[in-house]
């Protein structure tokens, strides 16, 4: 059975998060950052969101980012989901014309404008 209130929650999260880092437009790859988002069964973020402190209410981002994940976890566990125990590895980041962008794991940062 569903929980409509956390998935309306997790959805209206997410979509906030999303609105909050538009673009990821940045000057320099110093402005550009990653955090872990969602939550994967055996443990890790489900992927990593890429964004910009540029213009950004960072301590807002991440308190919506570290909600969302709250909610995704205990929705997980609700729900007894698993998933394929596949470590996410963290990306490196880029600015690539202005916009700051993940790069495969194990890939150095770069600034290439």
């Excluded at 998933?83 to 993940?102: D, M, N």
Aim: charged residues 20%.
């Amino acid at each position: 059975m569903k929980n409509p209130v956390a998935n309306a929650e997790l959805s209206q999260l997410y979509r906030d998060i999303q609105q909050m880092v538009g673009k990821a437009e940045a000057t320099e790859l110093a402005q550009c950052r990653k955090v872990g988002l969602g939550y994967r069964a055996c443990g890790g973020p489900a992927s990593y969101l890429v964004y910009s402190v540029q213009g950004l209410d960072e301590a807002s981002l991440l308190q919506k980012v570290s909600r969302y994940n709250a909610l995704s976890q205990a929705e997980s566990e609700r729900l007894g989901l698993m998933s394929t125990c596949q470590i996410i590895e963290e990306p490196a980041i880029t600015l690539v014309s202005g916009v700051c962008q993940a790069k495969p794991a194990g890939a150095e940062s770069t600034n290439t404008q």
